[in-house]
């Protein structure tokens, strides 16, 4: 499966993005989906997952709260609201496909800069 993000940008301290997952070349509906974020230097971070089919969420303690994960299996995207950005959430933003224990797609990553 190939995945796109989009959605990344520049935004004020307090303000909002939603970043989108675009999937195509297989069955979207299969994948549990995640999202995880990276600064320079640092490990690859997981923000909030989703199940197959929507119905269960997870989310690190890091943005729980001021974040939304959803996904919508007819369009073959996967979203991520952002709210109340704060600068220390500048990184880049990758989505993740999993099936089982050992198929896993990832997209290249959008770049969220939070900063007045």
């Known amino acids: 499966v190939q995945l796109v993000e989009s959605g990344g940008g520049l935004v004020q301290p307090g303000g909002s993005l939603r970043l989108s997952c675009a999937a195509s070349?297989?069955?979207?509906?299969?994948?549990?989906m995640s999202w995880y974020r990276q600064a320079p230097g640092k490990e690859r971070e997981l923000v909030t997952g989703i199940s197959s089919s929507g119905g269960h969420t997870n989310y690190a303690d890091s943005m729980k709260g001021r974040c939304t994960i959803s996904r919508d299996n007819a369009k073959n995207t996967l979203y991520l609201q952002m709210n109340s950005l704060k600068p220390e959430d500048t990184d880049v933003y990758y989505c993740?496909?999993?099936?089982?224990?050992?198929?896993?797609?990832w997209g290249k990553g959008t770049l969220v800069t939070v900063s007045s």
């Open positions: 993740r496909a999993r099936r089982g224990l050992f198929t896993n797609y």
């Open positions: 070349g297989s069955t979207f509906s299969n994948y549990d």
